[in-house]
Structures are given as C-alpha cells and as structure tokens.
C-alpha cells in the first residue's frame, strides 16, 4: 500500500532588518522631522533661555504660570476652543448625516456649498463676518431700522463674534470628519430597526449616534485644535481687548521681542492641543467599550 505524504510548503525565513515595510514611511518622517520635530526641539530650548547672558533658566515658565493676565489668556483660548468645536461639530452633523443618506440630484451642489468657504481665505471670510456684525453692521443696521433695538448689539469685539467667525471658518472640516465616519455605517441596519418598529428617533438614539462616535470626536478635536491656534480671526474679530494664546505669541515675537516667553506660550499651547487629543481619544475607546462596539 502505497502513502502519499503531505507536506506543507515552509515559509521563507526572513533575515536581517525589514527595511521594504518601513520605507513609505521614509518620506513623511522625513517631513515631520525637518518641518515639526526640529523647530519644536528649537522652540523648547528657546524658551529656557534669558533675555539677559546667563545659562538655562526656567524664568520664563515662573512668569508665565504667575502672570493673570497671561493666564486670563489661556483660560480664554480653552473656553474659545471649547464652545467653537461644540458648535462645530453640532451644525455639521446634519449636514453631513443628509450628505451621506440623500440621493438627491442636490446632493452635489449642498456638498459644494458646505466646503465653499474654504475656496475663501480665512482674512476674507472673517472681514465678512466683521462687516455683519460691527456696531453698523447688517445685523445691527436692520434691527435699528425695523425698531426692535435703539442701541447697536455687542455682536463682535467679544467672544461672541469670534466664536461665529471660527465657526464659520472650520465648519468644512467637521461636515467632511462627520461624514467619513457616516457613510461607514450600513444604512440597512436602519431599515432593518425601522422594520421592526423602533421610530426614527430610536434610530437615531441607540444606532446611528454609537457608531458615529469616532467621526464625533475626531471633529470636536479638530475643532478644538484649529480654534486653539486660530490667529487671524481672534485678532479681527476679537479686537485689540480680546487676547487668546495665538495672538500674544505673535504681540511678544514682534513687538516685545521676548522670543523665550513667546516660547514658552507655544509650548503650553502645543501641551494643551496634545492634552485634548489624549482625553479625546481615551474618551473614544471607552465609548467604544461601553456600547460594544
């Protein structure tokens, strides 16, 4: 009787280092190196240094964390940053819910309208904004003149008028976030919940909401880093009274000169935007957790 062995093909050993996997990554580390790593490297020596000859001295941070009106800044910027990625992320979620269920020959031309403002520049759009919401402005001009108002609106030179200018200004990257993780959800497990009796509410509530959690946060973090290290728009908007992170940097690097303190206020920026993406992401997984997703 005659047997016939099987025997399973041996896998090749590799050896040495597995340079081919690594080399898509040469070219954006390379990138993040020269553009980000270094001048961040830089950044935190600077801000040890003094204004005066001397070695590493940590002058600058005791002035910052002692400083109110630098503090005042700070708090400022979280409140700013927090309320603009709220919003953010509240106007666009059913812009970007239609965009992914609709159909509609529309469809096309409201996406086009949704990411239209960034065709703009931010200097553009935020002088709009100016223009709208000054004391003589749109608004203001057509209360006063239908009567409802004697006196102008405080809609800008505040955070008001900031938080609508950024609004405005980053509400394209929250629809395009919400709407990546949107199209991932199969739209036949609402039918199917439909079928069996849930309304559209329940829907909403127990389906689509769970499973949208990641493009949710991925947009309230993006809404939350770009207020944060908004320049032009605080600045216009804001006025001269309304100080945020960004634009004391800019007052110290150009006007005071102190480049170590407007270091210093960088790297408590860049700490605060890595602090939000640690919370959000740890916020995701367990969301993810306590859903079962």
């Known amino acids: 009787m005659a047997v016939i062995a099987f025997s399973t093909p041996k896998e090749p050993i590799h050896t040495g280092l597995p340079i081919k996997g690594f080399l898509p990554l040469t070219a954006p580390s390379i990138v993040l190196m020269l553009f980000f790593a270094i ?55 059913p812009l970007a819910y239609y965009l992914a269920r609709s159909t509609s020959r529309w469809r096309t031309i409201i996406f086009a309208l949704a990411i239209a403002p960034e065709l703009a520049g931010v200097v553009l759009r935020t002088y709009g904004w100016l ?5 003589r402005g749109f608004i203001n001009s057509a209360l006063m003149w239908t009567g409802m108002i004697s006196e102008p609106l405080p809609l800008s030179k505040n955070l008001f008028g900031v938080v609508v200018g950024l609004t405005h200004v980053i509400l394209p990257f929250g629809v ?21 009796g849930a309304s559209r509410l329940d829907v909403i509530r127990h389906i689509i909401l769970p499973l949208s959690v990641p493009g949710i946060v991925s947009s309230l973090l993006i809404g939350f880093t770009m207020a944060a290290s908004a320049y032009a728009t605080p600045a216009l908007l ?45 916020l995701e997984s367990r969301l993810h957790q306590k859903l079962h997703l």
């Open 39 to 93: 001048p961040m490297g830089m950044m935190i020596g600077i801000s040890f240094q003094s204004q005066t000859a001397g070695g590493p001295t940590f002058a600058s941070y005791s002035r910052f964390f002692s400083n109110d009106l630098v503090l005042a800044g700070l708090t400022r910027t979280v409140v700013m940053s927090g309320l603009v990625a709220i919003s953010v992320t509240v106007l666009a979620y």
């Open 131 to 135: 223009i709208i919401l000054e004391d």
């Open 176 to 196: 395009l976030s919400l709407l990546t993780s949107l199209q991932g959800i199969n739209p036949n497990l609402e039918k199917s919940a439909q079928i069996l």
């Open 238 to 282: 804001g006025g001269a009274g309304f100080k945020v992170m960004a634009t004391m940097v800019y007052e110290q690097v150009l006007f005071y000169l102190d480049w170590p303190f407007a270091a210093v206020m960088a790297n408590v920026l860049l700490i605060l935007m890595l602090t939000a993406g640690f919370v959000g992401s740890r």
